[in-house]
């Protein structure tokens, strides 16, 4: 048996050589797509102290994005987009995906037409046995890499992560913290004060007051009482 490999691999070499490379191509790129994704969850778990330069990337354009449109309207969206634009070289991941699925079936269509040619010079069963020993050993290894590191499933987990990052952590924080920035620098008055700002007649400080404003609530209106009047309303409730 071992003598009909060797003499297969010397007889056939440009189908042979096609077939494995391509194999090994698909089940290359597919590890490396898992090892890829499991990256990020990992990184994902831990989004406050991440040093990942995607992840920054990410959590940066939902910072961006939150403070510029007041808001995330849907964030498993964003998230999506995000993961759909993950690119290694020139491709997505996506299209790595197709590709790695793309070689494994070039390396089966390679061993066919090696198969039919070798059938055609009349070859017997033992000079083809290695074809299909080839190809359907690849092709069990092939799915129990794709059943092993289950590429949807880690893009799943990774949408979950981040999402839940983005909404109870980021968010929130990000609000307290454009209020906290109004209400130092004034982009948003309160309701019983207004903000006054003294000629610039100092040129590094910037003076800041608050005054009290007149309110009128609706329904009401409220009276101004003077010293005056409060002193004679006192004389009289106590002269009864």
């Not at 691999?9 to 194999?23: C, P, Q, S």
């Not at 290694?88 to 590709?99: E, K, R």
């Not at 089966?108 to 070798?118: D, Q």
Request: a neutral charge.
């Amino acid at each position: 048996m071992w003598n009909a490999m060797v003499a297969f691999f010397e007889r056939d070499k440009i189908f042979t050589t096609l077939m494995l490379v391509a194999l090994v191509a698909g089940l290359v790129i597919r590890i490396g797509l898992g090892l890829a994704y499991g990256r990020l969850i990992g990184e994902a778990d831990n989004m406050a102290t991440t040093n990942h330069p995607v992840l920054r990337q990410w959590k940066g354009k939902y910072e961006n994005c939150y403070q510029m449109n007041k808001g995330v309207s849907n964030t498993a969206i964003f998230v999506d987009k995000l993961i759909s634009r993950l690119s290694w070289g020139p491709f997505s991941y996506g299209q790595w995906y197709l590709l790695s699925a793309q070689a494994v079936l070039l390396s089966v269509l390679s061993a066919g037409v090696g198969i039919c040619i070798n059938i055609a010079k009349g070859a017997t069963l033992s000079m083809i046995l290695p074809y299909y020993i080839v190809v359907f050993g690849g092709l069990y290894l092939f799915f129990s890499v794709t059943t092993s590191v289950d590429i949807r499933e880690r893009k799943r987990v990774l949408k979950v992560n981040m999402v839940d990052y983005l909404e109870n952590h980021l968010s929130p924080r990000i609000q307290i913290t454009r209020e906290d920035m109004d209400f130092l620098y004034g982009d948003k008055q309160d309701e019983d004060y207004e903000l006054i700002e003294r000629p610039a007649s100092q040129k590094d400080r910037r003076a800041v007051e608050w005054k009290k404003k007149d309110t009128v609530s609706k329904g009401s209106l409220r009276e101004s009482i003077t010293y005056d009047e409060l002193e004679q309303m006192l004389r009289e409730l106590l002269a009864t």
